[in-house]
């Protein structure tokens, strides 16, 4: 039987190496896993939240079926780039922490402004926002330390 790779000889590569239990396979350094905190998984939560306001805000200002289903579809898009380009933990455009700060009240003014226009009541608009910006702060001074 012919073979079309030489056979190996030598150590495995580092990427196989033996692990505890002697099977050969992948192994991982802690230090590059990603953390994953309470803070993080919360600001995650409260992006989410502002993405379903910009959509409500979308959808129910204008009439239906194409001015609301354009400005809803095209308002989510929207909000989603900016958060992609700014906000999200590996950003497609790297800026100081000041910047991101100022892109993230951008988009909780959006989601608090848009639960005002569709007549929401007062206080959804107020604990959307407060907690949005609560949880931005404590990301963000946990990122310039």
Known sequence: M????????????????PAANGRLGRVTDSATAPKIDTLT????????????????????AWEMPWPGIATGIGSILVAILMWAAFLSPRPMLGVDAFARGLVELLLIAAAVVGLIAIN???????????????????????SLS
């Open 2 to 17: 012919l073979c079309r790779y030489p056979p190996r000889n030598g150590p495995a590569a580092p990427s196989e190496q």
């Open 120 to 142: 929401a009541p007062p206080w959804l608009a107020i604990v959307v926002g407060l907690l949005t910006a609560t949880t931005g702060f404590l990301a963000g001074r946990r």
């Open 41 to 60: 998984l919360c600001r995650a939560v409260m992006h989410l939240v502002l993405f379903v306001c910009v959509g409500a805000w979308g959808f129910l």
